[in-house]
């Protein structure tokens, strides 16, 4: 699986400019692997979006109502849209905080070729650290 990173200056600057494409960095993993992380990716978008579509729609129609909106259309059309923010918000954070990856990839450097990788399972780092060698091994130097 690849997994993007951005330095630090590219992170803030691309709100501005455009900037360099980011690194991808390359981490086998089997294909159970690979689908545990997908299904659970996709289960928390899905729940997320069920959640936050219901919560934005309810707090709509409170809104609403308090503020004494009785016209039928109305209260429509600010509960469907309630219904779409929510829920697009609600699927976003859920992917977003069900993404637990099995590495975790921090403070790259382009400058100074340096990158920080951390893996959930300590005994993993060894195996594709050797893989990693091997790959340089037969590419041979730059």
């Known amino acids: 699986m690849s ?11 691309g709100l501005v400019i455009a900037s360099s494409q980011p690194l991808e960095v390359p981490i086998p993993l089997c294909e159970t692997c690979q689908q545990r992380i997908r299904a659970r990716q996709h289960q928390g978008g899905m729940r997320g979006m069920q959640v936050g579509a219901i919560l934005f ?8 109502w308090s503020q ?9 059309v600010v509960g469907l849209a309630a219904l779409a923010v929510g829920g697009l918000t609600g699927f976003l954070l859920g992917t977003l905080l069900s993404k637990r990856l099995p590495a975790e990839l921090g403070r790259y450097s382009p400058s100074q070729g340096t990158l920080v990788l951390r893996f959930r399972h300590p005994e993993y780092a ?15 130097p730059r």
């Open 68 to 76: 004494g909106w009785e016209d039928v259309s109305l209260l429509l």
């Open 3 to 13: 997994f993007p990173i951005a330095s630090r200056w590219d992170t803030v600057s």
């Open 126 to 140: 060894a195996r594709v650290l050797a893989a990693m060698r091997t790959q340089t091994e037969q590419s041979g």
């Open 57 to 64: 729609a309810a707090l709509a129609m409170l809104l609403a």
